[in-house]
């Protein structure tokens, strides 16, 4: 740097041929967020991957018997206990001698269906207490807002432990995903009351109420559909926790009666006989992180792909 | 500051009400006679069992009852147990052996996901970034007490490096093992965030300022990315310590050790309702106090959250 007097120039060739111009495509349909980002989502294979696995938990969950013929908790042959793969049971067999690989079809029902209504729960009880504290504030939003902070004080899986302990004689699918969800929606009601302040600014909120329809109708009609889709990234992702919890509380023995089929009870079982027969616990687990991998990938695409900031962080 | 103090403070003591007052009420709606319950299939006389009733408060209104109680837990009395000990008692000798779990889980929680969490940054889309992202997926879909059986068939049964289970002898040493599956647990939470906000650290203009000063990148990296990057971390890890407490109660299950988790892992699994009831208000209570804690220490690590309303 010190000696040099002169400097040198480096400019770039400048290519022959037409520029590019922007062109306002009048024939397209218009493009919105909900377009972007299923263009987003399904150009990624991670999607798909998800997709088909949501899928397959699905149909396990409805129609087990597409999968097996093998009844999962009668004909258990005590000779067979523990035992390895046999032909027609590729798993082998758990402590009591049933066939792990129907059991963990089986097993699929419980986990979907108590993760399913929790969520709904937890959503629904989520999107209006959030909607209501951001959109009409004032003592409303704090007194809200407050209850939510109470909830959010309890973590939820030892709420529905109490939930579970207390209600011991009422075991249900409801009763468990009530204990889930009537605890799990105060992270959802904040998500949604920080969206639906943000959208309550918007100029079509005004304009609504300028053409004279109520604050509650403006609420359902434009906020709340314009506030949808952190709640969807939400809702998913709690759908996978919710799974988790069920495992958990059943693996607790607080979930569904040890006669019920489900992950969290067999993996529980099979922890007895850990030593000699590992793969009766294992098969479960794996089909029980698999379910959870799915919806969380799924939950993050989705936000990925409503996210044009976290698109453009990747 | 002592404004932000004791505005944290005052909006404490609402939830703290609301939280012992929710957990009660479950308790109060409980079916059955409690007095009947104490003595099995015996039956009280007539006497005994009134007796019984005007000791507990229980003809007293649902609110005279929840005074009692609350007050009762100002006194720092938190009830007994199912077996007629004084949760006093019980926490005295099981909250140090949860509390060693939980530094040990939390320190290799965040050494895992400082380290990790930023090279993932730094190398951001390669092979070792994907690879740790995958990883990570893995770690938060797999329930703890799937990685605790995991651990100890592999680790301590299989290849005898651990003791599969604690036990009486609970120093440091012995709880490696639980602290890494109850670590591993958290760590993949942590090591997203430090990784995202390494990656936003990274283009604000102070970093770039930093590197136009001439600075080296083993001076900006520690001192003006690391620093800045660390605060998501540690505000998650306040709430996640839900997660923690949840975690901790199974793995003490699992592996035996006499913490106040396992107290609660029994409680649960021999239906000892009151006993659950007790503990899982102190979960709550200690749930409270280090989101209160981290909120101050929030308000101390950086100034414009103190004067943020």
Request: with cysteine.
């Given at each position: 740097?010190?000696?040099?007097?002169?400097?040198?120039?480096?400019?770039?060739?400048?290519?022959?041929?037409?520029?590019?111009?922007?062109?306002?495509?009048?024939?397209?349909?218009?493009?919105?967020?909900?377009?972007?980002a299923w263009?987003d989502m399904r150009r990624r294979p991670m999607f798909w991957i998800s997709m088909v696995i949501v899928l397959v938990v699905l149909l396990m969950a409805l129609w087990p018997t597409l999968f097996t013929?093998?009844?999962p908790?009668?004909?258990?042959?005590?000779?067979?206990?523990?035992?390895?793969?046999?032909?027609?049971?590729p798993l082998?067999?758990?402590?009591?001698?049933?066939?792990i690989y129907a059991r963990t079809v089986w097993g699929a029902r419980t986990s979907v269906s108590v993760g399913l209504i929790a969520t709904i729960?937890?959503?629904?009880?989520?999107?209006?207490?959030?909607?209501?504290?951001?959109?009409?504030?004032?003592?409303?939003?704090?007194?809200?807002?407050?209850?939510?902070?109470?909830?959010?004080?309890?973590?939820?899986?030892?709420?529905?432990?109490?939930?579970?302990?207390?209600?011991?004689?009422?075991?249900?699918?409801?009763?468990?995903?009530?204990?889930?969800?009537?605890?799990?929606?105060?992270?959802?009601?904040?998500?949604?009351?920080?969206?639906?302040?943000?959208?309550?600014?918007?100029?079509?909120?005004?304009?609504?109420?300028?053409?004279?329809?109520?604050?509650?109708?403006?609420?359902?009609?434009?906020?709340?559909?314009?506030?949808?889709?952190?709640?969807l990234v939400v809702t998913t992702l709690s759908l996978a926790a919710a799974i988790v919890a069920e495992a958990t509380?059943s693996?607790?023995?607080?979930?569904?009666?040890?006669?019920?089929m489900s992950w969290g009870?067999d993996i529980?079982?099979?922890?007895?006989?850990?030593?000699?027969?590992?793969?009766?616990l294992i098969y479960p687990s794996i089909a029980l992180t698999i379910t959870v991998l799915a919806f969380i990938m799924l939950g993050e695409l989705v936000r990925d792909a409503l996210?044009?900031?976290?698109?453009?962080?990747? | 500051?002592?404004?932000?103090?004791?505005?944290?403070?005052?909006?404490?003591?609402?939830?703290?009400?609301?939280?012992?007052?929710?957990?009660?009420?479950?308790?109060?709606?409980?079916?059955?006679?409690?007095?009947?319950?104490?003595?099995?299939?015996?039956?009280?006389?007539?006497?005994?069992?009134?007796?019984?009733?005007?000791?507990?408060?229980?003809?007293?209104?649902?609110?005279?009852?929840?005074?009692?109680?609350?007050?009762?837990?100002?006194?720092?009395?938190?009830?007994?147990?199912?077996?007629?000990?004084?949760?006093?008692?019980?926490?005295?000798?099981?909250?140090?052996?949860?509390?060693?779990?939980?530094?040990?889980?939390?320190?290799?929680?965040?050494?895992?996901?400082?380290?990790?969490?930023?090279?993932?940054?730094?190398?951001?889309?390669?092979?070792?970034?994907n690879t740790?992202l995958v990883i990570s997926l893995v770690f938060i879909s797999l329930p703890?007490?799937v990685i605790?059986?995991l651990?100890?068939?592999?680790?301590?049964?299989?290849?005898?490096?651990?003791?599969?289970?604690?036990?009486?002898?609970?120093?440091?040493?012995?709880?490696?093992?639980?602290?890494?599956?109850?670590?591993?647990?958290?760590?993949a939470?942590?090591?997203r965030?430090?990784?995202?906000?390494?990656?936003?650290?990274?283009?604000?203009?102070?970093?770039?300022?930093?590197?136009?000063?001439?600075?080296?990148?083993?001076?900006?990296?520690?001192?003006?990315?690391?620093?800045?990057?660390?605060?998501?971390?540690?505000?998650?890890?306040?709430?996640?310590?839900?997660?923690?407490?949840?975690?901790?109660?199974?793995?003490?299950?699992?592996?035996?050790?006499?913490?106040?988790?396992?107290?609660?892992?029994?409680?649960?699994?021999?239906?000892?309702?009151?006993?659950?009831?007790?503990?899982?208000?102190?979960?709550?209570?200690?749930?409270?106090?280090?989101?209160?804690?981290?909120?101050?220490?929030?308000?101390?690590?950086?100034?414009?959250?103190?004067?943020?309303?």
């Amino acid at each position: 740097m010190s000696g040099d007097t002169s400097a040198t120039h480096y400019v770039a060739p400048i290519k022959d041929g037409t520029i590019a111009v922007d062109v306002v495509k009048i024939a397209e349909k218009p493009s919105n967020l909900w377009r972007d980002a299923w263009a987003d989502m399904r150009r990624r294979p991670m999607f798909w991957i998800s997709m088909v696995i949501v899928l397959v938990v699905l149909l396990m969950a409805l129609w087990p018997t597409l999968f097996t013929q093998t009844p999962p908790n009668s004909n258990c042959q005590l000779s067979d206990s523990n035992g390895g793969p046999a032909a027609g049971h590729p798993l082998g067999f758990t402590f009591q001698g049933c066939d792990i690989y129907a059991r963990t079809v089986w097993g699929a029902r419980t986990s979907v269906s108590v993760g399913l209504i929790a969520t709904i729960i937890g959503s629904v009880i989520g999107l209006i207490m959030g909607a209501l504290a951001g959109f009409y504030g004032g003592w409303l939003d704090g007194l809200l807002s407050r209850v939510g902070d109470i909830f959010f004080s309890i973590p939820y899986i030892l709420a529905a432990v109490v939930v579970m302990s207390v209600f011991a004689q009422f075991r249900n699918v409801f009763t468990l995903a009530f204990a889930i969800g009537g605890f799990a929606w105060a992270s959802t009601a904040r998500v949604v009351r920080a969206e639906v302040l943000r959208v309550r600014q918007a100029d079509f909120v005004m304009a609504s109420r300028a053409l004279g329809k109520s604050r509650f109708g403006t609420l359902i009609a434009h906020v709340i559909p314009n506030a949808i889709a952190p709640l969807l990234v939400v809702t998913t992702l709690s759908l996978a926790a919710a799974i988790v919890a069920e495992a958990t509380l059943s693996f607790l023995g607080v979930g569904l009666g040890s006669d019920t089929m489900s992950w969290g009870n067999d993996i529980s079982q099979a922890q007895q006989s850990l030593r000699v027969a590992p793969m009766a616990l294992i098969y479960p687990s794996i089909a029980l992180t698999i379910t959870v991998l799915a919806f969380i990938m799924l939950g993050e695409l989705v936000r990925d792909a409503l996210d044009p900031r976290a698109r453009a962080r990747r | 500051m002592v404004g932000y103090i004791l505005k944290r403070l005052l909006q404490v003591i609402p939830v703290f009400i609301g939280a012992t007052l929710l957990i009660y009420f479950l308790v109060f709606a409980m079916p059955g006679d409690p007095i009947a319950a104490l003595f099995g299939d015996k039956q009280p006389s007539k006497q005994l069992h009134d007796a019984l009733v005007a000791q507990y408060h229980l003809d007293q209104p649902f609110i005279v009852q929840y005074w009692y109680y609350l007050t009762g837990i100002f006194r720092g009395d938190m009830g007994t147990t199912f077996s007629g000990r004084s949760v006093n008692d019980v926490l005295a000798a099981t909250l140090p052996v949860t509390g060693r779990l939980a530094v040990m889980a939390i320190g290799i929680e965040f050494t895992l996901a400082i380290i990790i969490g930023t090279f993932s940054a730094l190398r951001k889309g390669k092979i070792f970034d994907n690879t740790m992202l995958v990883i990570s997926l893995v770690f938060i879909s797999l329930p703890i007490f799937v990685i605790a059986f995991l651990a100890q068939y592999f680790l301590a049964v299989k290849l005898q490096w651990f003791s599969p289970t604690v036990g009486a002898t609970n120093d440091w040493g012995d709880m490696w093992l639980p602290a890494i599956v109850l670590g591993l647990s958290l760590y993949a939470v942590s090591m997203r965030l430090m990784r995202g906000s390494v990656i936003d650290t990274l283009n604000q203009d102070w970093v770039r300022t930093a590197y136009s000063k001439g600075l080296p990148r083993r001076r900006v990296i520690p001192v003006h990315v690391l620093r800045n990057s660390l605060i998501p971390v540690i505000t998650n890890s306040a709430t996640n310590f839900g997660v923690l407490l949840v975690g901790a109660t199974v793995t003490e299950g699992i592996f035996n050790i006499p913490g106040v988790g396992n107290t609660l892992f029994q409680a649960i699994r021999q239906h000892e309702g009151s006993t659950v009831v007790s503990f899982v208000t102190v979960f709550v209570i200690i749930y409270v106090l280090v989101n209160l804690v981290v909120d101050m220490l929030y308000g101390l690590l950086d100034p414009r959250i103190r004067y943020v309303r």
